[in-house]
Each structure stands twice: as C-alpha cells, then as structure tokens.
C-alpha cells in the first residue's frame, strides 16, 4: 500500500476518476506488481542476510523470546 500511495500517478487518476475506472487502470495493475515484485526482492534480501548472519538471528530470537511473547503466546495457544 506504502508503494501505491507513493505514485503521483495513482493519485492524480484516483482524483479524476470514479472507483470503478480507477480500478481498471493498467496503471493500477503495473504499479501493483512492482509493488509486489519489490517486497519479494526486500523480503529476499533480509531472508539471505538472517541465514548468513548468527548476530542477526540471536537478535531475532531474543525480540521472538522478549516484546513478542512468543513463548507465552504458544502456552495459551496449546
């Protein structure tokens, strides 16, 4: 959503046309899947960069294992 909102494009045909119409903008759709394409892209980076790293992964842990409440979490959910 960040991404879309973002584009002085999507904008402007938001403004000057009706829901309908701007959902059917090839705009929409292509910015859409570059949205889409570029959290992969992130989402693949931080992925390779957790597996290569022990200090990123202990730091992951210790957020899961502190202000996340995963632990707690999984005892109420049993």
């Excluded at 584009?7 to 903008?25: D, G, H, V």
């Amino acid at each position: 959503m960040e991404k879309l909102l973002e584009s002085e494009t999507l904008a402007k045909q938001a403004a000057n046309n009706t829901k309908e119409q701007f959902a059917n903008s090839p705009d929409l759709k292509s910015s859409l899947v570059n949205a889409i394409i570029d959290a992969l892209d992130a989402h693949n980076e931080m992925s390779s960069q957790a597996l290569a790293s022990e200090e990123i992964q202990t730091g992951l842990k210790e957020i899961l294992l502190g202000p996340a409440n995963l632990y707690e979490k999984l005892r109420t959910s049993s």
